[in-house]
C-alpha cells in the first residue's frame, strides 16, 4: 500500500480557480464540492481541494479514501499544458 494512502485526507477550504492556482502551482490537483457557473463547462466559483501533487497520480492516492464520500472528483492541472511537437514538424 502506497503512504499517501495511510494518511488521512485533507479538505481545503473552498477556493476559486485562481486560488488553487496561486497555492498549487504547475501541479495536479482533485477537486470536490465543485460549484459550476453551468453543468457543461470547466468554470466554476469555488471547489475544494482533496489531493494535490506534481504527478498525476498523487492526488488520485491522495483523495482515494474519500471516493464512497463524493459522487465525482475532478482531476485537473493548474499549470500550462503543452503538447509534444509531432515528428513531421521537426
Given amino acids: 500500500m502506497n503512504a499517501a ?3 488521512a485526507p485533507q479538505i481545503s477550504e473552498p477556493l476559486t480557480w485562481e486560488e488553487i492556482c496561486q497555492k498549487y502551482p504547475d501541479q495536479w490537483v482533485c477537486l470536490v464540492e465543485i460549484d459550476k457557473l453551468e453543468e457543461q463547462n470547466f468554470e466554476f466559483r469555488t471547489a475544494r481541494v482533496v489531493g494535490h501533487g506534481k504527478t498525476r497520480r ?3 492516492e491522495q483523495a482515494h479514501a474519500l ?3 463524493y459522487e465525482s472528483i475532478g482531476h485537473y492541472f493548474t499549470g500550462r499544458i ?9
Fill in 5 to 7: 494512502a495511510n494518511i
Fill in 58 to 60: 498523487e492526488p488520485l
Fill in 67 to 69: 471516493r464512497s464520500r
Fill in 82 to 90: 503543452t503538447a509534444p511537437v509531432p515528428r513531421f514538424f521537426v
